[in-house]
């Protein structure tokens, strides 16, 4: 690492032209890929397709500012708190100063053009051309670090093939970074870690070197340690334990210039830096040389001297490492982004140590129920398994002898098939439309080539085709395998949809191709809700529409409408989740509609059994007399209804909406013999069957038990009798469908009126089935919380009952599945002291108060509106939980007067 590296840096900068439409000229080598596939091979291997992953605030986006600035890309730094970066371009981004939608960029790293450039290639490495020497193309997305947009961290992470995880120096490892980081582990993607501000009061990087090891479970190459001036004064730069050497950058400088000292001049100007270079060195061979034989055979070469291996030796063996998916070693870099210190060397880290498309965990595929990785489809060994698999589910096991002809027709399909792409994100431009940003990751999609996709099972043409820059694009004729673009004019395709194109562009490929895809986002259900109100029933439309396209972008959002009271609910992950979800729907996409509180759903039930009512319906129905008799019983349901055979008197028998009625005709004499639909009876008025006369009784009880006696709520947990007597309830011609549901109305009705009268009636509420997963140390006051407060009650702890696909993280079962690795060995992990450490700051985190507990309650459904904010203050932002409606209970009275008082209220 020299200072010419970073020199290079200014001059681009002076050459870049002042605004992005000078994109056009500046990226022209985009337009044109080569032909050759030996160049098309250098430059995959010159790509690297990096996400920054952290908790909010942690300073991702302005990493990322310093970046594009040091690359070239920009004349000048962005400033969150201005609301002048790039990346954050929404008017809800700038306006709060959070990232909200993880924004694509791409620019080259050191700056020039990849295609074209001379030198050796990129695998051809040494000491005298590492490959942070040439120009590599880097494709950054920059994603949101608050809990409510988890979702779009995960479709941001599944296609990418390297992070950055930057931690707060002075927070350490908080809440979003373990789920974030857990969530890149699910997808195997090889990580460095770079502890940003360390020139804040109270930074320890120390301290956040151990928590790295005991939160996150890995261990951590301390590749740089911080440059404290004089062991205790300002935070100047860093010392970098791989090259031996210092890196100062003057304060109040735009950090392009970058001072170099090497050890010999470390010892005179700060010895006690010098020493404790040395032993991070030490520690850093000794931390690979568990891992990696190579460094074993270069340390013994060297003669048993830590200082002696090269940089060059220890740069590859820190990239095997973080290339093998069994090493738990990740690299760490230390700086402070906002004062400019310490971006260039991590931006030379990606470049070297990350891995470029080829050389990224082979991404996993399905196709017709087998799944594989993405080599074995390309080389037909999936295909092959997929037709053997269905021909002997068909015919029985087939003969050796055509497995032949069967690879070579595999092979023929693959041959040609152009392209294979994965739709991870969709976004609704007010000016361009819809974009679909897609990671292509074989062969090549081209402009005007027709992608079919292989969820809806359609097919669509991609007229134009873009490289974004965050919110500024240039337009290409095609997007090769490893690069990120974006497709414009699609008008069907999903987050998560597969894209494939064929020769020829055929509308649809050969069969086993279709039901090729891409690993799915598994998306994680909501946690809070709202309702949506259109301003007129002449906007109600328009905001479904506006809805559909809300969806359509982010499908961690949820939209239902409620069959009781006919609201729109509009479900996501949290409270701002929401909000930015409203200020789309309102402000972007102009929708006239409002978002207002959850009405819910209450219930009643009887608590005593009713007498016998009778009652005699006798009145003219639209010109025509009717007249029916019908008597009714209510009681309580206790028990789970059993289905019930139909003897000779009983005609009905069944359970709707948590209630059951019963319809019973003694001495009809219902011929069942035949058990057709049109069963009569002698007793039957003319032109009624069986299954018109029970219908119309069982409408007319279900009627009546859909507004309560006492609370007009509807009816829950009761049991309905309704019994039919042919002598004194049938009047022959006058007794007709719609009189018989009369009189069943008015005599359930009266049956819950002489309930009311006797034993009461009493309010009964949803209640949830909750799963919350904590940690140890919150454990106690989140059991707290739910038992005293919310008036629930714990069913069990750390049971494994699992609501749908995912955990409360977000996680895939398959891959809870997993074997737990082995604990870290705290004592092996080496970390700098603290220049203000007292006893308290760096203390080791007790494995026991960080092993997640999972909690399964019952709780009222009114209690969980707005939980998630309180479970977050609880258990310091670790806490998560998923719900699903379990059934209703009974409520105390202090909670029924409470209830009621809100209701009337209206509050």
């Given at each position: 690492?020299?200072?010419?590296?970073?020199?290079?840096?200014?001059?681009?900068?002076?050459?870049?032209c002042?605004?992005?439409?000078?994109?056009?000229?500046?990226?022209?080598?985009?337009?044109?890929?080569?032909?050759?596939?030996?160049?098309?091979?250098?430059?995959?291997?010159?790509?690297?397709?990096?996400?920054?992953?952290?908790?909010?605030?942690?300073?991702?986006?302005?990493?990322?500012?310093?970046?594009?600035?040091?690359?070239?890309?920009?004349?000048?730094?962005?400033?969150v708190?201005?609301?002048s970066?790039?990346?954050?371009f929404?008017?809800?981004?700038?306006?709060?100063?959070?990232?909200?939608?993880?924004?694509?960029?791409?620019?080259?790293?050191?700056?020039?053009?990849?295609?074209?450039?001379?030198?050796?290639?990129?695998?051809?490495?040494?000491?005298?051309?590492?490959?942070?020497?040439y120009?590599?193309?880097?494709?950054?997305?920059?994603?949101?670090?608050h809990?409510?947009f988890?979702?779009?961290v995960?479709?941001?992470?599944?296609?990418?093939?390297?992070?950055?995880?930057i931690?707060?120096?002075?927070?350490?490892?908080?809440?979003?970074?373990?789920?974030?980081?857990?969530?890149?582990?699910?997808?195997?993607?090889?990580r460095v870690?770079?502890?940003?501000?360390?020139?804040?009061?109270?930074?320890?990087f120390?301290?956040?070197?151990?928590?790295?090891?005991?939160?996150?479970?890995?261990?951590?190459?301390?590749?740089q340690?911080?440059?404290?001036?004089?062991?205790?004064?300002?935070?100047i730069?860093?010392?970098?334990?791989?090259?031996?050497?210092?890196?100062?950058?003057?304060?109040?400088?735009?950090?392009?210039?970058?001072?170099?000292?090497?050890?010999?001049?470390?010892?005179a100007?700060?010895?006690?830096?010098?020493?404790?270079?040395?032993?991070?060195?030490?520690?850093?061979?000794?931390?690979?040389?568990?891992?990696?034989?190579?460094?074993?055979?270069?340390?013994?070469?060297?003669?048993?001297?830590?200082?002696?291996?090269?940089?060059?030796?220890i740069?590859?063996?820190?990239?095997?490492?973080?290339?093998?998916?069994?090493?738990?070693?990740?690299?760490?870099?230390?700086?402070?982004?906002?004062?400019?210190?310490?971006?260039?060397?991590?931006?030379?880290?990606?470049?070297?140590?990350?891995?470029?498309?080829?050389?990224?965990?082979?991404?996993?595929?399905?196709?017709?129920?087998?799944?594989?990785?993405?080599?074995?489809?390309?080389?037909?060994?999936?295909i092959?398994?997929?037709?053997?698999?269905?021909?002997?589910?068909?015919?029985?096991?087939q003969?050796?002898?055509?497995?032949?002809a069967?690879?070579?027709?595999?092979?023929?399909?693959?041959?040609?098939?152009?392209?294979?792409?994965?739709?991870?994100?969709?976004?609704?431009?007010?000016?361009?439309?819809?974009?679909?940003?897609?990671?292509?990751?074989?062969?090549?999609?081209?402009?005007?080539?027709?992608?079919?996709?292989?969820?809806?099972?359609?097919?669509?043409?991609?007229?134009?085709?873009?490289?974004?820059?965050?919110?500024?694009?240039?337009?290409?004729?095609?997007?090769?395998?490893?690069?990120?673009?974006?497709?414009?004019?699609?008008?069907?395709?999903?987050?998560?949809?597969?894209?494939?194109?064929?020769?020829?562009?055929?509308?649809?490929?050969?069969?086993?191709?279709?039901?090729?895809?891409?690993?799915?986002?598994?998306?994680?259900?909501?946690?809070?809700?709202?309702?949506?109100e259109?301003?007129?029933?002449?906007?109600?439309?328009?905001?479904?529409?506006?809805?559909?396209?809300?969806?359509?972008?982010?499908?961690?959002?949820?939209?239902?409408?409620?069959?009781?009271?006919?609201?729109?609910?509009?479900s996501?992950?949290?409270?701002?989740?929401?909000?930015?979800?409203?200020?789309?729907?309102?402000?972007?996409?102009?929708?006239?509609?409002?978002?207002?509180?959850?009405?819910?759903?209450?219930?009643?039930?009887?608590?005593?059994?009713?007498?016998?009512?009778?009652?005699?319906?006798?009145?003219e129905?639209?010109?025509?007399?009717?007249?029916?008799?019908?008597?009714?019983?209510?009681?309580?349901?206790?028990?789970?209804?059993?289905?019930?055979?139909?003897?000779?008197?009983?005609?009905?028998?069944?359970?709707?909406?948590?209630?059951?009625?019963?319809?019973?005709?003694?001495?009809?004499?219902?011929?069942?013999?035949?058990?057709?639909?049109?069963?009569?009876?002698?007793?039957?008025?003319?032109?009624?069957?069986?299954?018109?006369?029970?219908?119309?009784l069982?409408?007319?009880?279900?009627?009546?038990?859909?507004?309560?006696?006492?609370?007009?709520?509807?009816?829950?947990?009761?049991?309905?009798?309704l019994?039919?007597?042919?002598?004194?309830?049938?009047?022959?011609?006058?007794?007709?469908?719609?009189?018989?549901?009369?009189?069943?109305?008015?005599?359930?009705?009266?049956?819950l009126?002489?309930?009311?009268?006797?034993?009461?009636?009493?309010m009964?509420?949803p209640?949830?089935?909750?799963?919350?997963?904590?940690?140890?140390?919150?454990?106690?006051?989140?059991?707290?919380?739910?038992?005293?407060?919310?008036?629930?009650h714990?069913?069990?702890?750390?049971?494994?009952v699992?609501?749908?696909?995912?955990?409360?993280s977000?996680?895939?079962?398959?891959?809870?599945?997993?074997?737990a690795?082995?604990?870290?060995?705290?004592?092996?992990?080496?970390?700098?002291?603290?220049?203000?450490?007292?006893?308290s700051?760096?203390?080791?985190?007790?494995?026991?108060?960080?092993?997640?507990?999972?909690?399964?309650?019952?709780?009222?459904?009114?209690?969980?509106?707005?939980?998630?904010?309180?479970?977050?203050?609880?258990?310091?932002?670790?806490?998560?939980?998923?719900?699903?409606?379990?059934?209703?209970?009974?409520?105390?009275?202090?909670?029924?007067?409470?209830?009621?008082?809100?209701?009337?209220?209206?509050?």
């Open positions: 690492m020299s200072s010419n590296l970073y020199k290079t840096s200014n001059v681009t900068c002076k050459n870049t002042s605004s992005l439409k000078g994109l056009r000229s500046n990226y022209k080598q985009l337009q044109r890929f080569s032909t050759t596939s030996a160049c098309q091979d250098e430059a995959l291997d010159r790509t690297r397709n990096i996400g920054i992953i952290a908790h909010i605030d942690a300073g991702k986006t302005t990493t990322t500012e310093r970046m594009l600035f040091y690359s070239g890309f920009t004349r000048r730094i962005g400033d708190d201005e609301g970066t790039v990346t954050d929404l008017p809800a981004e700038r306006a709060r100063g959070i990232t909200i939608q993880s924004a694509a960029i791409t620019f080259h790293w050191p700056p020039g053009e990849v295609n074209g450039a001379s030198g050796p290639q990129a695998g051809a490495q040494n000491e005298l051309n590492p490959r942070s020497s120009p590599h193309t880097i494709n950054l997305i920059d994603t949101p670090g809990a409510d988890t979702f779009e995960m479709r941001s992470l599944r296609i990418l093939d390297g992070a950055v995880c931690l707060d120096g002075v927070a350490g490892v908080e809440a979003q970074t373990e789920k974030v980081w857990n969530q890149a582990s699910t997808y195997r993607i090889p870690i770079y502890v940003n501000k360390l020139d804040r009061d109270g930074a320890a120390g301290r956040t070197v151990r928590e790295v090891s005991s939160r996150l479970g890995v261990y951590p190459a301390v590749c340690i911080p440059w404290f001036q004089g062991g205790n004064g300002p935070f730069g860093v010392a970098d334990a791989i090259h031996l050497q210092g890196l100062r950058w003057k304060e109040g400088e735009d950090g392009r210039t970058v001072k170099v000292a090497d050890l010999k001049q470390l010892d100007e700060e010895p006690a830096l010098a020493a404790e270079l040395r032993r991070a060195r030490i520690a850093l061979i000794e931390l690979l040389s568990e891992h990696d034989e190579d460094i074993v055979e270069k340390f013994f070469e060297c003669e048993e001297d830590h200082l002696a291996v090269s940089p060059a030796d740069i590859e063996g820190l990239r095997r490492c973080v290339l093998d998916q069994t090493s738990r070693i990740v690299p760490l870099f230390a700086g402070a982004s906002f004062r400019n210190i310490g971006v260039q060397p991590l931006l030379d880290s990606i470049v070297n140590l990350l891995p470029s498309p080829p050389e990224a965990p082979d991404p996993e595929v399905s196709i017709g129920g087998v799944n594989g990785g993405l080599r074995d489809l390309l080389s037909g060994d999936l092959v398994a997929q037709s053997e698999k269905a021909s002997s589910q068909s015919k029985g096991k003969p050796k002898k055509k497995n032949t069967l690879q070579t027709s595999s092979k023929d399909a693959i041959n040609k098939l152009q392209s294979c792409a994965l739709a991870f994100k969709v976004v609704n431009d007010a000016k361009r439309g819809v974009l679909v940003y897609v990671r292509v990751y074989s062969g090549s999609l081209d402009r005007n080539s027709l992608l079919y996709n292989t969820n809806l099972q359609l097919s669509e043409r991609a007229p134009r085709l873009l490289k974004m820059y965050a919110n500024d694009a240039v337009e290409v004729e095609s997007i090769p395998a490893g690069h990120i673009g974006v497709v414009v004019g699609l008008k069907h395709t999903r987050t998560g949809d597969t894209l494939v194109s064929y020769a020829g562009n055929r509308p649809t490929p050969p069969e086993p191709l279709t039901s090729l895809q891409l690993r799915p986002i598994a998306v994680p259900p909501p946690v809070f809700f709202t309702s949506v259109p301003h007129s029933l002449s906007e109600e439309k328009r905001m479904h529409e506006s809805l559909a396209l809300l969806l359509r972008e982010d499908p961690s959002l949820h939209v239902s409408v409620d069959e009781e009271s006919g609201q729109t609910l509009l996501g992950m949290g409270e701002l989740h929401l909000e930015i979800a409203r200020d789309r729907l309102i402000n972007d996409l102009k929708a006239k509609a409002s978002m207002g509180r959850i009405e819910i759903g209450y219930r009643e039930s009887t608590l005593g059994t009713s007498s016998p009512i009778t009652k005699i319906f006798d009145k129905i639209a010109g025509r007399k009717g007249k029916a008799g019908c008597t009714a019983v209510a009681e309580p349901l206790d028990e789970d209804p059993e289905s019930q055979e139909l003897d000779q008197d009983t005609l009905l028998a069944e359970t709707y909406d948590g209630n059951q009625i019963i319809v019973r005709a003694p001495g009809l004499q219902v011929d069942r013999s035949s058990r057709s639909e049109g069963e009569t009876s002698p007793f039957f008025p003319p032109g009624m069957d069986l299954v018109t006369f029970r219908t119309a069982q409408n007319g009880a279900m009627a009546a038990l859909s507004r309560g006696p006492q609370f007009t709520l509807p009816m829950h947990n009761t049991r309905v009798t019994t039919i007597n042919p002598a004194t309830d049938l009047f022959g011609n006058e007794t007709t469908s719609s009189a018989l549901s009369s009189a069943a109305r008015q005599a359930t009705a009266a049956a009126q002489d309930v009311q009268f006797g034993a009461g009636t009493a009964m509420e209640v949830m089935n909750v799963i919350i997963s904590v940690d140890e140390a919150s454990l106690g006051s989140v059991v707290h919380d739910i038992s005293s407060s919310r008036g629930g714990i069913v069990s702890l750390d049971e494994e699992p609501l749908s696909g995912t955990d409360a977000g996680t895939s079962a398959s891959a809870l599945e997993e074997e690795p082995p604990p870290i060995d705290h004592s092996r992990v080496y970390a700098p002291p603290d220049p203000f450490e007292t006893p700051v760096g203390v080791e985190i007790p494995a026991a108060a960080t092993r997640p507990r999972t909690i399964i309650a019952k709780v009222p459904l009114k209690e969980m509106v707005g939980y998630l904010k309180h479970l977050r203050s609880l258990t310091a932002g670790r806490g998560t939980f998923v719900m699903s409606v379990d059934r209703f209970e009974k409520m105390s009275g202090q909670r029924q007067k409470v209830v009621l008082a809100e209701l009337r209220g209206g509050s």
